[in-house]
């Protein structure tokens, strides 16, 4: 069982930038795919972007595609999200998790951690 730790999260304004980190524990973080999902209030949770478990393939959501970055250090035991050009329709808790499936047939598996506030002014 992974668990994870997500940060890195805050207030920022528009066309500002921000990196999460998700910090896992357990010794299977290497082997396992993962991704970054979003939940704005009164939404429904979405997923942002993917990664593969060795980091050689990666999925994001039209939205964030060009904007954001996914990546993973697989010796830290740590899932990155680079976010660039951050708008205010990217407000939302953020969250890391194992998934399973890809593109549109992305699902998470197993708990989430707690998530990152990210705030986006305008």
């Known amino acids: 069982q992974v668990q994870l730790v997500e940060s890195g999260g805050g207030l920022v304004q528009a066309g500002g930038s921000l990196r999460l980190s998700c910090a896992a524990s357990?010794?299977?973080?290497?082997?396992?795919?993962m991704g970054w999902f979003r939940q704005a209030p009164g939404e429904e949770r979405e997923v942002v972007a993917a990664?593969?478990?060795?980091?050689?393939?990666?999925y994001y959501a039209d939205s964030v595609k060009g904007r954001f970055t996914i990546s993973r250090d697989n010796a830290k035991n740590t899932l990155y999200l680079q976010m660039n050009s951050l708008q205010p329709e990217d407000t939302a808790v953020y969250y890391c998790?194992?998934?399973?499936?890809?593109?549109?047939?992305?699902?998470?598996?197993?708990?989430w951690g707690q998530g990152t506030q990210v705030t986006v002014s305008s």
């Open positions: 998790a194992r998934i399973t499936g890809w593109s549109s047939q992305i699902r998470s598996v197993g708990s």
């Open positions: 357990g010794r299977t973080f290497s082997s396992v795919a």
């Open positions: 990664i593969t478990y060795s980091g050689s393939s990666t």
